[in-house]
């Protein structure tokens, strides 16, 4: 089984939300792109929300997210896994990002979104007792993951649910 090495992270120095998935997928990966599945809902939600998707590259995509002061990365920078599912990440190969020094460099980040509940519950098991007390106001929603593998809703429901993330915006 070969090691599984994450993305940097999609950030503006601006950027007020963190979306946190877990770590890209098999296909992701070969495309060197986030969310790179065509049947992954992520790119689908954050058009719908923000612009129109047909017609945006992968680099616009990352723009779209920086120009809204969205930042974009996963809980895990390198796992052991085999296929794309994250009940196959082997949790004894699991290491974590460096969420203490992305802080520092995107100081402006008051949420924290996980694309999915795998995504929460590392974070919540292997980050959030290691952040730095100034980190501590952040607040943390689980939205429903975005993945072909979440079934049980379709994009339109999808959608739905991740509007929090315009409302989160329009308070701010």
Known sequence: ???VTGFDP???????ILILGSMPSVQSLRAQEYYAHPRNAFWYIMSALFADYRTLSYPQK?????????ALWDVLSACQRKGSL??????ETVVVNDFNAFFVAHPGIQAVYFNGSRAQQVYNQRVLSALDEQFSNLEYQRLPSTSPAMASLDREQKLKHWKTILQYLRSE
């Open 1 to 3: 089984m070969n090691t």
């Open 10 to 16: 999609i950030a503006g120095r601006d950027a007020l």
């Open 62 to 70: 990352k723009l779209l997210l920086v120009q809204n002061r969205i």
């Open 86 to 91: 994250d009940s196959a990440i082997r949790k």
